[in-house]
């Protein structure tokens, strides 16, 4: 029997080879000048190999600090985002009011716009209310994008689930908090925790916004930003973002694998 998908042409596979190359062999490069014993320009090819300067990494407190400052944004922005998120698409998806369309765009507008936009409009908010400029004011500027990637897949998660098994849930004796924790929440917790995972990758390698809203507070991208350049222990800074990489992949790959089967959620088209 012939199978009705066509193999792609030699053209295709090619063009789409050059495009996987494209997108990841600057990734590759980082990892291999992790390892070169030259430490004050990128040389090519590398002199040598070594691992040493992953032990200079682990004993600098520099990266230390801007590691765990970039963690702690991270974690609370994705909270933040969580919380906001599914209220707003809660809202958004099971009610009907006027505007209903339009707060869904304001929503998603932060996203949309360029980084350096939003970067502006909050350093002038932050300005004009005389905020100090802080761990929080760089959560904040996080989290506005942060919302909308949890609201975009809890909104479409929320309009995949049947509206009869919340009312099913009513009918039989069920209180709010029973119904939320019981009925809704397992069906929209994969798409929560890719959301919040989504996000988590998002806040911690992001530049333009924390550029700011941070101060004098340096999150690990921007420690990497400044690294690069300091003709010193250059190394260094491609341990870290192999870090980098590492840490927003994983959640990433993660959220992939949680999201890709949801053909079959409770109710649908019922």
Not at 12 to 37: D, Q, R, S
Not at 154 to 168: D, N, W
Not at 210 to 218: E, I, K, M, V, W
Not at 244 to 267: E, H, K, N, Q, W
Request: charged letters at 15%.
């Amino acid at each position: 029997m012939r199978s009705d998908r066509s193999s792609a042409g030699w053209p295709l596979k090619i063009a789409a080879a050059g495009g996987l190359l494209f997108l990841h062999l600057p990734i590759l490069l980082i990892f291999v000048y992790a390892f070169t014993t030259e430490e004050k320009s990128f040389q090519w090819p590398p002199p040598g190999f070594t691992t040493q300067w992953f032990a200079v990494a682990w004993n600098r407190p520099d990266v230390w600090e801007a590691l765990t400052l970039s963690v702690k944004v991270a974690s609370i922005a994705t909270l933040i985002a969580l919380v906001l998120g599914t209220l707003a698409a809660a809202a958004v998806a099971r009610s009907a009011f006027f505007g209903r369309e339009a707060i869904s765009l304001l929503v998603i507008l932060p996203i949309a716009l360029p980084g350096i936009v939003t970067g502006i409009a909050l350093r002038s908010a932050f300005s004009l209310a005389e905020i100090p400029y802080s761990m929080w004011t760089i959560i904040l500027g996080h989290g506005t994008f942060c919302i909308v990637v949890v609201y975009n897949n809890a909104v479409a998660r929320f309009r995949r689930t049947s509206g009869s098994l919340i009312e099913a849930s009513m009918d039989l004796g069920a209180d709010g908090f029973q119904t939320f924790r019981h009925v809704v929440l397992p069906n929209i917790a994969t798409a929560l925790l890719a959301g919040g995972m989504l996000a988590f990758a998002l806040s911690f390698d992001e530049v333009i916004v924390t550029t700011f809203t941070g101060g004098q507070q340096t999150t690990l991208p921007i420690w990497m930003l400044e690294e690069l350049i300091r003709p010193r222990q250059r190394p260094v800074t491609n341990v870290v973002a192999m870090l980098v990489v590492i840490v927003t992949f994983l959640p990433i790959l993660a959220a992939y694998y949680l999201t890709r089967d949801t053909d079959r959620i409770s109710g649908s088209g019922k």
